[in-house]
C-alpha cells in the first residue's frame, strides 16, 4: 500500500511540475486597419502633410465625415435645380461647399501635401487650374457679384470641369470609364434577361 501512495505522490507531483512549465502562447491579433503608424506602402503614409500626426483611423473618420458633409450639401444643392433661376446663389453655394468637401475628404486620405502635389502636377495642371478658378468665381459670383446669370454659367462650368477631373483620376482615364460602363451595361442586360417580364 505504501508503494501505491508513493508512486500516486510521485505522479501528482509529476503533473504539478509539467503544468508549471507548460506555456501556452497564443498568437497577437494583429489589425492592420487600426494601427496607429502608417506602414511604409500603406496609401495613407504621408510624410508632408499639414497634420502629420493623425493616426489612420482619425484620416478614415475625417475622409468618412467630410465625405458625408458633401453629399449631404450636393442633395441639398439638388433641391434647387427647379428654382435655378430664382436661387441661383443657393444652389452654387451649396453645391461649391459640397464640392470643397470631397476635395477636403480626399485630402484626409492622401494628407494635404501630397494631395495637393497630385491635384496640380503637369497632366492634371489644366483641369485642376481650370476646376479651381470656375470654383473661385461661383463663390465671386454668387457672393460678391450677386450675378445669378454668372453664378450659374460657373456653376456648370464647375460641374463639367469636377467631371473631367474625376475622369482624369479614374485609373486607365477614359478607356477605363469606358471598360466599367460596358462592364454595367453587360450586367444590366444580363439580368433584365433573367427577370421575368
Given at each position: 500500500?505504501?508503494?501505491?501512495?508513493?508512486?500516486?505522490?510521485e505522479?501528482?507531483?509529476?503533473?504539478?511540475?509539467?503544468?508549471k512549465?507548460?506555456?501556452?502562447?497564443?498568437?497577437?491579433?494583429?489589425?492592420?486597419?487600426?494601427?496607429?503608424?502608417?506602414?511604409?506602402?500603406?496609401?495613407?503614409?504621408?510624410?508632408?502633410?499639414?497634420f502629420p500626426?493623425?493616426?489612420?483611423?482619425?484620416?478614415?473618420?475625417?475622409?468618412?465625415?467630410?465625405?458625408?458633409?458633401?453629399?449631404?450639401?450636393?442633395?441639398?444643392?439638388?433641391?434647387y435645380?427647379?428654382?435655378?433661376?430664382?436661387?441661383?446663389?443657393?444652389?452654387a453655394?451649396?453645391?461649391?461647399?459640397?464640392?470643397?468637401?470631397?476635395?477636403?475628404?480626399f485630402?484626409?486620405?492622401?494628407?494635404?501635401?501630397?494631395?495637393?502635389?497630385?491635384?496640380?502636377?503637369?497632366?492634371?495642371?489644366?483641369?485642376?487650374?481650370?476646376y479651381?478658378?470656375?470654383?473661385?468665381?461661383?463663390?465671386?459670383?454668387?457672393?460678391?457679384?450677386?450675378?445669378?446669370?454668372?453664378t450659374?454659367?460657373?456653376?456648370?462650368?464647375?460641374?463639367?470641369a469636377?467631371?473631367?477631373?474625376?475622369?482624369?483620376?479614374?485609373?486607365?482615364?477614359?478607356?477605363?470609364?469606358?471598360?466599367?460602363?460596358?462592364?454595367f451595361?453587360?450586367?444590366?442586360?444580363?439580368?433584365?434577361?433573367?427577370?421575368?417580364?
Amino acid at each position: 500500500m505504501s508503494s501505491l501512495k508513493s508512486d500516486l505522490d510521485e505522479y501528482l507531483l509529476l503533473q504539478s511540475d509539467q503544468k508549471k512549465t507548460f506555456n501556452v502562447k497564443l498568437p497577437q491579433l494583429k489589425v492592420p486597419f487600426f494601427r496607429s503608424e502608417p506602414e511604409a506602402n500603406s496609401f495613407l503614409k504621408d510624410t508632408d502633410s499639414c497634420f502629420p500626426k493623425l493616426s489612420r483611423l482619425q484620416r478614415i473618420v475625417g475622409f468618412v465625415a467630410c465625405l458625408g458633409m458633401g453629399a449631404l450639401c450636393m442633395t441639398l444643392s439638388t433641391i434647387y435645380i427647379p428654382v435655378l433661376i430664382l436661387k441661383a446663389r443657393k444652389f452654387a453655394l451649396l453645391y461649391t461647399l459640397g464640392s470643397l468637401f470631397f476635395i477636403l475628404s480626399f485630402c484626409f486620405l492622401s494628407g494635404f501635401g501630397s494631395f495637393m502635389k497630385q491635384m496640380f502636377s503637369k497632366p492634371r495642371l489644366l483641369t485642376s487650374i481650370s476646376y479651381s478658378s470656375c470654383l473661385l468665381l461661383t463663390l465671386y459670383c454668387a457672393l460678391v457679384a450677386k450675378s445669378t446669370a454668372f453664378t450659374v454659367l460657373f456653376a456648370v462650368a464647375q460641374i463639367i470641369a469636377l467631371l473631367f477631373m474625376i475622369l482624369g483620376m479614374v485609373p486607365g482615364g477614359a478607356t477605363g470609364l469606358k471598360f466599367f460602363g460596358q462592364l454595367f451595361k453587360s450586367s444590366v442586360s444580363a439580368s433584365a434577361s433573367v427577370l421575368p417580364v
